[in-house]
């Protein structure tokens, strides 16, 4: 655990709740406290990598840390909030890979999108399913 300049105390002692619930991934909002998690999914619709980030965060930015680095990557396939020209010029050059988004609504020029490989976008949803399935009954 880092240590403040000076002082013997934590970092952790110095941050206020926001700073806290923000640096682990718990959001608020009007209903509570929110998290999201982001997935990276093979082929099989096993997990890769899983980013936990407060509720308001953007899904878009998230979608860049989410497949950096990975290897032997040939599609990409995400939904609209990931929709943006950075994301697309960054899966082609540096993953070599073809990318499956589909267009934002407020898209101008629409790239093209393959309904038939778009489709297989269920299996990171079905991931979801299948952990909400097996979660942990709550203690009382």
């Known amino acids: 655990m880092r240590r403040a300049e000076g002082g013997g105390e934590?970092?952790?002692r110095h941050w206020s709740e926001r700073q806290w619930r923000t640096a682990h991934g718990i959001g608020r909002s009007r209903g509570g406290l929110t998290t999201k998690i982001h997935a990276a999914v093979d082929a099989l619709g096993l997990p890769v990598r899983l980013i936990p980030?407060?509720?308001?965060?953007?899904?878009?930015?998230?979608?860049?840390?989410?497949?950096?680095?990975?290897?032997?990557?040939?599609?990409?396939?995400?939904?609209?909030?990931?929709?943006?020209?950075?994301?697309?010029?960054?899966?082609?050059?540096?993953?070599?890979?073809?990318?499956?988004?589909?267009a934002n609504p407020s898209r101008a020029i629409k790239p093209p999108l393959d309904p038939d490989l778009y489709a297989e976008r269920h299996k990171v949803e079905n991931f979801f399913q299948r952990i909400k399935r097996f979660r942990a009954e709550p203690v009382p």
């Open 53 to 102: 980030t407060a509720g308001q965060r953007g899904d878009c930015p998230q979608a860049t840390a989410l497949i950096d680095g990975l290897d032997g990557v040939g599609h990409v396939i995400a939904d609209a909030a990931c929709d943006s020209g950075a994301l697309r010029e960054m899966i082609t050059d540096e993953l070599g890979a073809q990318a499956h988004i589909q």
């Open 10 to 12: 934590p970092w952790s």
